[in-house]
């Protein structure tokens, strides 16, 4: 599980992105709109099966999302 702190804004800010609430990401996925609630504010950890579909829904590699969960917490990490 991802549970490193700043990873919830990092879906956020991707799922806003692509223009997404968090009911129109639940009605895509198998995902309830409570349980992302809890992924975006840092309640819970995050599977990596999870992040992939979130990934590929807002138009993002997992490997982008990861790097700027790292970047959110340390901020000299390059983009990706």
Known sequence: ????????????????AAGLSLREVAARTQIRSGE????ENNKVGVDF????????????EREELAVECLRA?????PPY
């Open 1 to 16: 599980l991802l549970t490193v702190k700043g990873f919830g804004d990092v879906l956020r800010g991707a799922r806003i």
């Open 36 to 39: 992302l609630s809890k992924y």
């Open 49 to 60: 099966a999870i992040v992939d579909e979130l990934a590929d829904l807002y138009g993002f």
């Open 73 to 77: 917490r340390y901020p000299k990490v």
